[in-house]
């Protein structure tokens, strides 16, 4: 589903049918890219087709802050809905497009704001700590967002006599209580991949690679954070393989992030976690899948679907994402990785 957020395409815009079959769509992209100012950012879930195309390949807050920093007038977003709006959320000023209205987050759509407002309410001298992973409308009710690079960082500046409430995913929410010792209510949410993967299947894989180091992302399970060498956001995971001195490694969390691995470090080996059947890899986000080629060519053709949030809303959100940036001055952020021709 869509949310007001979204303007999708007039009647009569140019449509997939349309598309000329023989159109080198890569060609016809950098074109617009130039015609048009735009800059185009692609999360490290994307198709790799789509993150070499990309400006700037990395994990969403990133994106939005580079875009920010930029002199683009229009940012082409490959990700899914809530990243788009974080990227209108900092740069108001800019058009923001996304490939397609229905890549949502099935976190996202687990917290509906009007539910939200009522577990709020119920609780009404707890701090609200939201995951970025949410809707514009969710961020305006919540007291500061988090990733899941700085998240822990943050939780241990809150004051300790105050309770917390921790949206939207409940695995990333307990992985931080239990580093930081902090006592949380936890919204009981969860993202639909991180979910798929097997501790039977892992320990399975994890004896047939014995030397393999497993890098987890920490909206997995307990069960399979017990088994990893190293938790952290996309991009620290990204980080800790290229870094380390082992030369195989089982990735849990999105398979697509193994793209950005492979170009980085092609003499390393990377492993997909396995799911319940242990054979498929089924790690793909099927949100960020609805993004393709043709979709960003008639995004940025079209100026839309594209994200406009009503300026109070807008305000609102941004209160808690400008407590998160006062918060990380000491946490690290990476900057997202550019493409190489940039």
Known sequence: MTTDTVVLPPAGALTEADLDPTLDLPAAIDRL???KNAIILAHYYQDGEIQ?????VGDSLDLSRKAAATDAEMIVFCGVRFMGEVA????PGKTVVIPDAEAGCSLEEACQADVFRRFRAAHPDHVAVTYINCSAE?????????TSSNAEAIVRQLPADKPILFAPDRHLG???AKKTGREMTLWPGSCIIHEQFSEKELIKLKVRHPAAKVAAHPECPESILGHADHIGST???LDFVLKSPASEFIIATELHIIHQMEKAAPGKVFIPAPGADGGCNCASCPFMAKNTLEKIYLAMVNGAPAIEIPEAL???????????????????MSSGAPHAAA
């Open 138 to 146: 969710v961020k305006a009710l919540s007291d500061v967002i988090v």
């Open 33 to 35: 890219r130039k015609e």
């Open 235 to 237: 991009r620290g995971i």
């Open 88 to 91: 209108k959320i900092l740069s």
């Open 314 to 332: 807008r305000v609102a959100a941004l209160k808690p994402l400008e407590r998160m940036l006062e918060l990380s001055v000491s946490v690290p």
């Open 52 to 56: 070499d195309l990309a400006d700037f």
């Open 174 to 176: 307990a992985f931080i």
